[in-house]
């Protein structure tokens, strides 16, 4: 866009790189120049301090900005989206958390727990995404504890990275918490649990006890149907009975059917 320049006019210009901001002051006839050193990063040019009335003729209201905008340097800084693989799923909620692990059959399911502020998770991501590509017959669920606090704090996630190992009948075979220094503890477990083998039963999923505590947490916002199902095994659930006790109780129904079906 061709901007007008007087001479006498002095800018205040800003840039900023990341989160850095900095504002200097540049002579109008410099601008030019001024403009080819800032290198793509994002740029404004405000209006001259001697002169209120004075604006560029071709954008009369808004100041001129770079390309870059915030929005893409935002985007940027979203590591935890960077170089996943068709087998990582980002859980959206409790429900489809209980749901991926309930439905896995056979598969080893890995369940990551991180924190887009969590250094050791961002440093550890590249190997988890490496890791997930070379084995695609694994199901890698991933939680955002930011987003996802009540639910973790259900399962008693207290540090990060952290994951959870499940295969079919068996469970959580294994858990632990590991960082680039200790990925050995993560390539080991994949070694032993990741074999190919085959469960009696379904998949079992979360503990008796994690169930009850999500069922029990309304921020956790665990919303399966656990009344009609409470019904159709004539569970007797008091009317007055809180929306916390109906799920808690409806989930111990849930669990004793899924016993008696694998017997």
Known sequence: MAVP?????SFRCVHETGLERKETDVPGLDVLSWKNDIKGRRSLLKEPRDSHEWRPQSHPISPIHGQNTSVCAARAFRWWEKNTSSNMTEIESTNQLVHSLLHAEDKLVI???YSPGCGGCKALHPKICQQAEMNPSVMLLRVNCEEHKAMCRSLHIHVLPFFRFYRGAQGRVCAFSCTNATI?????ALAKHGMDRCSIGPAK???EGELLSLASNPDAHFGYPWRSLSQDLALSIPDESS???????????ALALRGSQIC
Request: proline share 0%; aromatic share 8%.
């Open 243 to 253: 929306v916390g006790e109906v799920e808690a109780a409806a989930a111990t129904a």
């Open 5 to 9: 320049l007087r001479s006498g006019l």
């Open 111 to 113: 369940v990551d727990f």
């Open 184 to 188: 050995s503890k993560f390539n080991n």
């Open 205 to 207: 999923g979360l503990e």
